[in-house]
């Protein structure tokens, strides 16, 4: 249980890092096995090989964590436009194009085949879908990523496709909580504001999240957006009004609240690492993700060891977001099929007609 474990394990057990190399890199691969690292995210960078390679990749995360404390191994895999990993694995289209089929089911069973298929290389979560519901032509982010501009469309294929990924066998993350679809500003770049009523919050960006079904999400992700009904000082990654009162109060939500990363400059720009790790988890995220600096993940770790000695709410703060996440991490450790990937089913006959459903649909036209 998490109270049993050393300070500088419990704090890094909060901690989703990335690394810049190819395989995994000496740095990271020390931290995990420490401890200090609750389990990596995967971008292109690291996922250039074959199908093959990914699985060795996956299983070496695996492997240097401590048995107790499997790691997440998680990736960008929307489709379209966001998917980190290339063929064999399903090929999506962007979100947009599969809200104008409004076709549950078919969504349903795409992101079961991408969960089995991302299961059998060794994945435990998908970041995904987008719960954003696309009511800004400019928005310069989210666009087609969003299933599109009805909410109730969006709540009803968003949670096909997170059950379909997790009957896959992995956990979807929903994103990006309380909702991007409304910014003109990118928050990779800067920090976005939304400045609607929290009436209008409540009819369209909010539908989404609220109406997901118990148990067919996993974890949601924060956005890095101030929403001024809500709290007009802090974006939601950092605001306790929004990541725990709102959420986890109001809506009920029971899952995982994961921050989105902490290296984008709407809050890079704004705060050090060492806040923004520290006040995230005050604000009620679970999970903090640093994409790509292993030092900053470093320097995020030791502000949390420091908070957590000096402040026994924190603490108690953070062992209950471990305890949420190693109780999730524990039913689904990563598992990479042994042998060659593309002899697992999840590639299999089953996979081509969905490939197949797909293109007749024309969703790629």
Request: include cysteine.
């Amino acid at each position: 249980m998490p109270p049993s474990l050393a300070l500088p394990v419990l704090c890094g057990q909060l901690l989703v890092g990335g690394f810049a190399t190819p395989g995994l890199s000496a740095t990271f691969r020390q931290a995990l096995e420490r401890g200090e690292r609750g389990g990596a995210i995967l971008f292109r960078r690291n996922l250039g090989g074959s199908a093959g390679d990914v699985a060795a990749l996956t299983r070496a995360l695996g492997e240097a964590a401590p048995p107790h404390l499997p790691p997440l191994v998680g990736v960008d895999q929307e489709g379209g436009r966001v998917a980190r990993l290339g063929p064999p694995v399903l090929r999506l289209p962007p979100m947009r194009a599969l809200g104008r089929l409004a076709d549950a089911g078919l969504v349903g069973r795409a992101a079961r085949t991408l969960g089995a298929q991302l299961a059998a290389l060794g994945f435990t979560m998908s970041f995904a879908p987008v719960l954003d519901v696309d009511t800004c032509p400019v928005n310069p982010v989210i666009g087609d990523r969003s299933f599109g501009s009805d909410p109730s469309l969006v709540a009803r294929l968003g949670a096909a496709f997170a059950a379909g990924l997790q009957a896959g066998g992995v956990m979807a993350c929903g994103k990006h909580f309380p909702g991007h679809g409304d910014t003109t500003v990118d928050s990779h770049k800067d920090l976005p504001r939304v400045a609607r009523p929290r009436a209008r919050l409540d009819a369209v960006e909010l539908v989404p999240f609220r109406d997901l079904p118990a148990g067919a999400c996993a974890a949601l992700m924060t956005a890095h957006v101030v929403y001024e009904a809500l709290d007009a000082d802090q974006p939601a990654t950092l605001s306790r009004r929004i990541a725990h009162d709102l959420l986890r109060v109001e809506l009920g939500w029971r899952g995982l609240v994961v921050s989105d990363d902490l290296e984008m400059k709407a809050v890079a720009d704004r705060l050090p690492i060492e806040q923004s790790a520290v006040q995230a988890v005050r604000a009620g995220c679970d999970l903090l993700l640093v994409c790509a600096s292993e030092d900053l993940q470093d320097r995020a770790h030791a502000a949390l060891v420091r908070a957590a000695e000096r402040d026994a709410s924190f603490r108690e703060q953070v062992e209950a977001s471990v305890a949420r996440g190693l109780e999730a991490r524990r039913r689904r450790p990563p598992r990479p099929v042994a042998g060659d990937p593309l002899l697992d089913g999840a590639f299999g006959v089953s996979a081509q007609e969905v490939a197949r459903a797909l293109e007749d649909r024309g969703v790629f036209g």
